[in-house]
């Protein structure tokens, strides 16, 4: 199986300055990987429509293809939501970038929130926590199905994603109203937790419709009386990754993209029981102590906001992890 490296897993290094999107391609090849995902989603410190890309200006663009095709590396794009005007302009860089598979989610937000920190979602206050509603969720079908043209026309995939508030079942769904074959699944193995379903459960009801994956390691821990699920370098937390993997290839996945959400915490945004699971403790659910002296849970993905010493320390763990999750699944694939 090839393996492709998101932008995700180094995002301090791309909201501090610290990395472009050329320079990560390096960075990917270093660990000899095949590929990558490009996250496009602004947020702190990010060009405010094109995220980790930078610019779809086409000469730059084309610098990127040519280093991709100089290290013969696959590319995929990450999006959020189904605005049509948008997406036709995501399937024009597609296109010079050589890319298939467009990853996008349902966005939730609350307009109400009033916040100035990033730890705080003024990015994206579903981050925090948002209210899920099954019918609003649904009905996004209508605007996926408008979105079925520039897939044709431009030969692309779209991926919708399992993004912290949907089960697989909500996700089955949704797919069901849609029913058309370049439209399926990115399986996060890891982000159906937060709303109580265990990961094995999601991959297998998934797996068949799976174009793409976020493949990462969880483990969660207790803080002031709220409980976190918080990313770990592959390996180090306690979904059976390798379980995952055999599901998905058994249904012919040919790669795994890693999104190494590390350090990163998530609130759990359903009630318990809602994918199945009732209480924590056990498996992928097992509690953990938490990672950082001196951090909030929230603070773990903006360091800056609490100080320097923080930030520099957290950039040198997250490209420590990097390295540790691409070697761990060489290791099981």
Not at 65 to 78: G, P, W
Not at 156 to 173: C, F, G, M, P, R
Request: aromatic share 10%.
């Amino acid at each position: 199986m090839k393996i492709g490296l998101e932008t995700e897993s180094m995002h301090l290094w791309f909201q501090n300055g610290k990395m472009d999107i050329f320079s990560y391609i390096d960075f990917a090849k270093e660990l000899d990987c095949d590929g990558v995902i490009i996250n496009i989603i602004k947020d702190f410190g990010l060009d405010e429509e094109w995220g980790c890309l930078g610019s779809n200006e086409e000469y730059h663009l084309k610098k990127i293809r040519a280093k991709l095709d100089e290290y013969n590396m696959y590319c995929e794009i990450d999006a959020k939501g189904f605005d049509k005007n948008k997406f036709e302009k995501i399937a024009k860089v597609a296109q010079i970038l050589n890319t298939k598979i467009i990853r996008s989610y349902v966005p939730l937000t609350d307009k109400s929130k009033k916040v100035k920190n990033a730890s705080d979602g003024s990015f994206d206050d579903s981050k925090i926590t948002a209210l899920f509603n099954k019918e609003e969720f649904l009905n996004s079908s209508n605007e996926i199905k408008a979105l079925i043209e520039i897939l044709e026309n431009y030969d692309l995939k779209l991926a919708i994603e399992n993004h912290e508030y949907q089960t697989s079942s909500d996700l089955l769904e949704l797919l069901a109203l849609i029913n058309h074959p370049r439209v399926g699944f990115l399986y996060d193995f890891g982000n159906s937790m937060m709303a109580y379903e265990d990961p094995i459960k999601a991959c297998k009801d998934m797996a068949k419709y799976t174009f793409s994956t976020h493949c990462k390691d969880h483990i969660i821990f207790n803080e002031d009386g709220v409980d976190y699920v918080c990313g770990v370098p592959l390996g180090e937390g306690n979904i059976d990754i390798k379980a995952c993997i055999e599901i998905l290839k058994n249904e012919g996945l040919d790669r795994i993209n890693i999104e190494q959400c590390y350090p990163y915490c998530a609130n759990f945004k359903r009630e318990k029981g809602t994918g199945g699971v009732d209480k924590l403790g056990e498996g992928a659910f097992k509690i953990e102590k938490p990672l950082f002296k001196g951090l909030k849970a929230m603070q773990y993905y903006y360091p800056q906001e609490v100080s320097n010493e923080h930030l520099e320390k957290l950039l040198r763990l997250q490209k420590e992890g990097c390295k540790k999750s691409v070697k761990y699944l060489k290791s099981i694939i």
